[in-house]
């Protein structure tokens, strides 16, 4: 049995307890709600973690490229899976179209009809019917149609395309302010069209717990929670003991008193900032700050710690968003009571197509 | 022949000839200085494009980690070898002496003792001889020795150390205001102490054309010039037509007429911003602005673009930074004349050890 302390670093580790208990509370969260649980992998992109998923009770997971459910399909993870991305393009349609026969159900949102139509083409011709939900933009300014009116125009233009079967509505983040306001008034729209939307989906880790807020959700999608970081600390729904994902990095250099240089940089931490400064969370000196990130080079300062770390000490790093560390690096190690209980490949690391 | 034009998206692809260029334009300007060229392989991690780097005149590789020693020793791409991070802890030790058996030379730097001692330890139990450089920070404000003084105080105190031999001092980026006084100071006091420096090495891309003022250098490390980069063309040191790595992304999504959404995110071009704003360079539309990047999503406003691009195009953007890319993907094409000439692994992607 290797000790955490034996592994190498830097070393990207999660607390095998504190995922439990992630998976556990999110799921019982949105199971007191009746919400479907549906976990996206694109932060762990591990299969054994999904697979505690499902365990847990997840309706299916989320995916967010095709890649990502080629690699989890072939794990056999789930058998009902939604992919949150347009796909674009006749070699991607055609790996959708060979997916969706492998799989009890295979979702697809779009938010266009070039995307509806080719969708539409290739599945014809595959013989395969895909399930579609219609992306909608409730504020976030990313993909979606931009209105109630353009859901049901788009969801009725591809009804009529062969192959196509219209399940319903999905956003991203809920916690958007216009959120409920569009998905009501879509829902009115559907409704006086004599559209059913079985499946309206929410997502995003901080949205979890106002997720009461939406009671037009019939389904969740979130990934951050499994592990959470300093951007779900810094959303107050998560303390640090609930942030499984720590990376170990050697204390390297002292240069100054008030200066140490960790071994790694962005190519284990990414420079995502997001909403926090600094990049990242060291546990065993809460008042230090990772200023900057080299690519191999951590730097810490430390004028704000008393006790201060030497050269050669290993220290644990909360990064500030655990789905990008996760696709930086080949395994993670699943840690219980010190002990490296698992060495899991990141099996979808890199799949970005 | 695979065209460019078929690869699916997003493929991150270096044009041949602009590389061809770039390797040659730096050799022959540090060639003219008198000053030999190391080029920095993290940059690529490719070992097909460090071959090249050698054939045009390069006196050695650099390599950041352990790991990308390691590969490109495999690959048999240089036998003189800089490896400019700390060396630490007993794992990393045995591999540095194992290298030391396989390459002509492998130096290393350090900037304490820790460091020193330790690796001291293992090339006499492994029975080799370590070369060492001095890492002095110039003004960067990450690793190095503070002062001149503390930098002959480091020398001498590893010179008396078995298995060491001091090869001279070491320095990133050279550009820092404060590089040429601390270097003068430093040769001063080695020479008043008769300890002869071979080696002054400095590097970054953006300070080499700009290398004639620090007399002291006998040798450079640069890497981001072989591709360039949006931070390369903010320095002043390089136009776009310079810059060889264009991420090929398709838009997948036109929500609004102001918004696209491109395939590739921070999964593919990371978060890295340093000097610039907005997250890639889009060639057909410079106009536009990649506002944010989720992680598999760009966000680009086009409101300043009189044509704009329609959903199915496929765009080639110069990212903010070719060696935080190269390391999240594991192949790159290398095109020439549209044409896909080569597919290279990125041997030492991930390499962080």
Redesign the interface.
């Given at each position: 049995m290797t000790r955490v302390t034996e592994l190498?670093?830097?070393a990207v580790t999660v607390r095998l307890d504190i995922v439990e208990r992630n998976i556990r509370r999110v799921h019982d969260h949105l199971a007191r709600l009746g919400i479907a649980n549906r976990p996206h992998v694109?932060t762990h992109k591990i299969p054994a973690l999904g697979r505690m998923q499902m365990a847990a009770g997840a309706v299916g997971i989320t995916c967010?490229?095709l890649g990502e459910v080629e690699v989890f399909t072939d794990a056999g993870v789930a058998d009902d899976v939604l992919l949150t991305?347009?796909v674009?393009?006749r070699?991607?349609v055609e790996r959708l179209v060979a997916l969706t026969r492998r799989l009890r159900r295979l979702a697809v949102v779009f938010?266009?009809d070039?995307?509806a139509r080719a969708i539409s083409e290739g599945a014809r011709a595959g013989g395969v019917e895909v399930p579609f939900l219609v992306e909608c933009?409730t504020g976030f300014?990313?993909?979606?149609?931009?209105t109630p009116e353009a859901a049901l125009e788009l969801a009725r233009t591809a009804m009529r395309l062969p192959g196509l079967r219209f399940e319903g509505l999905m956003t991203f983040p809920n916690r958007e302010p216009g959120t409920r306001a569009f998905l009501e008034r879509a829902l009115e729209l559907f409704k006086r069209d004599g559209t059913a939307v079985p499946v309206v989906s929410g997502g995003g880790t901080p949205a979890i717990f106002t997720a009461q807020s939406i009671p037009q959700l019939t389904e969740h999608r979130a990934g951050t929670y499994i592990y959470n970081d300093r951007m779900v600390v810094a959303s107050g729904t998560a303390t640090w003991d609930d942030c499984a994902m720590r990376v170990r990095c050697?204390v390297?250099?002292?240069?100054?008193a008030d200066?140490a240089?960790l071994?790694?940089g962005?190519?284990?931490f990414?420079?995502?900032?997001y909403t926090v400064t600094g990049y990242g969370h060291v546990l065993e000196y809460p008042e230090a700050t990772v200023v900057?990130l080299?690519?191999?080079?951590g730097?810490v300062e430390l004028s704000a710690c008393r006790a201060r770390p030497q050269?050669?000490d290993v220290v644990e790093v909360v990064p500030n968003h655990c789905?990008?560390v996760s696709?930086?690096?080949?395994e993670v190690y699943g840690v219980r009571d010190g002990t490296v209980e698992a060495v899991w490949p990141v099996a979808a690391r890199?799949e970005?197509?």
């Open positions: 190498d670093t830097p694109k967010q490229k991305f347009n674009i393009g070699a991607k938010d266009n070039v995307v933009d300014g990313r993909n979606g149609v931009q050697t390297v250099s002292r240069p100054t200066r240089i071994d790694a962005s190519k284990v990414t420079s995502d900032l900057t080299s690519e191999e080079h730097v050269i050669g789905c990008v696709n930086m690096v080949d890199g970005v197509r």
